[in-house]
């Protein structure tokens, strides 16, 4: 997959259904006047709080911290600021050779937005 060209709707969905394990989709309420054709704006995966879909709750890895951040936790993922101004996430491995630790930078990308990085290096990343 070509991870720059896919849209924030899109990876989000991927980190659901890599994540989650599953994937709803919804939409957002906003009030925009008398043409209720239009009080709906953009399309977003939920992430489940109670059975009942009406409490489900949107789940945005690429701009929310409260998503993304159990996810960089969970997997090691490291974000650091680079000398462009850009973030670079990172997922580095270690291995043992000869009881000596050897470390590897495995995965990493690099983006203006870090939430989106380490989003996009959980979806390089195999999940065990």
């Not at 989000?12 to 209720?36: C, M, P, Q, W």
């Not at 109670?50 to 997997?75: H, L």
């Not at 930078?105 to 065990?128: G, R, W």
């Amino acid at each position: 997959m070509i991870y720059s060209e896919m849209s924030d709707f899109e990876i989000n969905k991927e980190v659901a259904i890599k994540h989650l394990g599953y994937y709803e989709e919804g939409s957002r309420f906003v009030n925009t006047g008398t043409d209720s054709s239009k009080h709906y704006s953009g399309k977003y995966p939920l992430r489940r709080i109670t059975k009942n879909s009406r409490y489900w709750k949107p789940f945005e890895p690429c701009n929310s911290w409260a998503d993304i951040g159990p996810i960089i936790e969970k997997y090691g993922i490291e974000i650091s600021i680079m000398l462009s101004g850009d973030w670079c996430a990172s997922r580095i491995s270690k291995y043992t050779y000869d009881s000596a630790p050897i470390y590897s930078n495995d995965e990493q990308f690099s983006d203006e937005n870090p939430k989106l990085a380490a989003a996009i290096v959980f979806l390089m990343i195999e999940v065990e």
